[in-house]
């Protein structure tokens, strides 16, 4: 009997930004609605299948009919042990999902959390070099 092997590509068309902060996932949403004007809000969690494991990712949403932005949590520490959800970067600790942006608007996203006092680092993750990117799929 022959096999027949499905083959799936994904468009991966988003921008994705690394941030590292001690901040709370509420705050960080916060910080961001006050230097973007946009309206983070706290949505259902994502869940990612690790090896049989589900694990629940906290998700904030902000979606415009021209742009989708979600802010997610990148570190996951439970009894279970650590996961990430960008593991090829362990040092974010949040990371920005930028769908249907102009690359200016992504480099404003960027500018604006650069400014936050708390926040320690802030930087593009080229998508090339992720090799967790089903991670994204939503």
Do not use: C
């Not at 009919?65 to 960008?86: M, S, V």
């Not at 942006?101 to 960027?110: D, G, P, V």
């Not at 993750?125 to 090799?131: A, D, V």
């Amino acid at each position: 009997m022959k096999k027949t092997k499905l083959v799936v590509e994904y468009d991966f068309d988003f921008v994705l930004v690394g941030i590292t902060t001690s901040l709370k996932a509420y705050k960080l949403a916060w910080e961001l609605n006050q230097k973007l004007s946009i309206h983070l809000v706290k949505k259902e969690s994502i869940v990612v299948g690790f090896k049989g494991i589900e694990k629940a990712f906290a998700s904030h949403i902000h979606q415009t009919p021209r742009r989708f932005i979600r802010l997610l949590t990148n570190k996951l520490q439970d009894a279970d042990g650590k996961y990430l959800l960008a593991p090829e970067y362990p040092h974010f600790d949040y990371l920005i999902v930028i769908q249907d942006a102009e690359q200016s608007f992504a480099e404003n996203i960027l500018n604006a959390v650069r400014q936050i006092p708390s926040v320690e680092l802030a930087a593009f993750i080229p998508l090339e070099t992720l090799k967790t990117k089903e991670n994204f799929i939503f």
